[in-house]
């Protein structure tokens, strides 16, 4: 029989992952499905955590599928396709990934015979089938919208956005930039989290990588993994932006300064960066700033005196 539970709303507040939790345990119990408990509670908690962590409300819970595939579902206000970071593919053990809250949808994945996104006017709903116990590798890959469900609506304009143009963008900088960013991102959201009266900062700097991650255009990660797919050492970028969202990249900028600070200070784990990190990354962010406000694109490496200007 076809299962139809009710959703559950939760609020914006980190108790609401608990909630969740007890919820999917109880009706898993409720259904004589024991043997999915562990599971269903593990990926819940996750997905109910990447929620409140990088999307809008309303935020809820709710139970498909059937007795023999029950399916659990968290849907959110942001239509913004969540990105599992593979992070078990680095060596880390499953007990330590187990005992991490927050990281990506790793947890998910090794948690689910079969999970997937479905994109809605509304937002989206991230959904998996449990399994009956963790995989030791990575679990099945994600079932995601296909090009047309992702594609915006004859009617959106496109209206004032920006070109942004980067040649020779250079894939090894790039690389080492989104790991120091992944590290300070799961640094600060866990402290968020778990430590939110202790480390009040730490949520408004998670405030600010959620607006930064909303602002930046999706189209750059597809084209810097097809560049690695390719084995490429760099690739010429070619996106659009909304002017509005050079400010959130200025306010980034400020953070990883700030985050710098910190690291020196030994009150975050994470290193400071490297004056070349440092220097790449103000060059990286500068451009998006730069050419949204209309100025010509700049050469990486940056010249000495003065930038020499591409076409």
């Known amino acids: 029989m076809p299962l139809n539970e009710p959703a559950l709303a939760l609020d914006p507040d980190p108790r609401s992952v608990q909630e969740a939790r007890r919820w999917v ?32 409300a ?28 593979r992070h078990g593919a680095d060596g880390d053990d499953l007990d330590e990934l187990m005992a991490t809250v927050g990281r990506g949808l790793d947890i ?22 449990p399994a009956q116990v963790p995989h030791a590798d990575m679990g099945p890959e994600a079932l995601l919208p296909s090009d047309e469900e992702l594609d915006p609506p004859d009617d959106v304009a496109d209206d004032g956005r920006v070109r942004i143009v980067m040649h020779g963008l250079p894939i090894s900088h790039l690389t080492d930039f989104r790991r120091h960013y992944q590290e300070l991102r799961r640094e600060l959201r866990l402290l968020s989290l778990a430590h939110q009266d202790d480390y009040p900062l730490a949520s408004d700097l998670t405030e600010v990588f959620q607006r930064f991650e909303a602002s930046f255009p999706l189209s750059l990660r597809t084209q810097y993994l097809d560049a690695v797919d390719r084995g490429l050492p760099a690739f010429d970028l070619e996106t659009s932006l909304d002017p509005a969202a050079a400010l959130v990249i200025e306010q980034m900028l400020e953070l990883l300064d700030l985050a710098d600070e910190f690291c020196r200070a030994k009150r975050l784990l994470a290193l400071a960066r490297t004056p070349a990190q440092r220097e790449f990354q103000q060059w990286y962010f500068g451009e998006f700033v ?22």
């Open 25 to 56: 345990g109880s009706v898993c119990r409720r259904l004589g499905r024991q043997d999915l408990q562990e599971c269903a509670e593990l990926g819940i908690s996750e997905l109910v955590t990447n929620a409140l962590l990088h999307a809008d």
């Open 58 to 85: 309303p935020i809820s819970v709710r139970l498909r599928g059937t007795r023999e595939h029950p399916r659990v579902e968290v849907s959110d206000g942001t239509a913004q396709i969540p990105v599992l970071t």
């Open 108 to 129: 998910v994945a090794m948690c689910a015979v079969a999970w997937g996104v479905t994109v809605e006017t509304s937002g989206k709903c991230v959904w998996f089938e």
């Open 290 to 311: 730069r050419q949204a406000r209309g100025e010509a694109p700049t050469a990486w490496p940056p010249s000495r005196p003065g930038a020499q200007h591409v076409s």
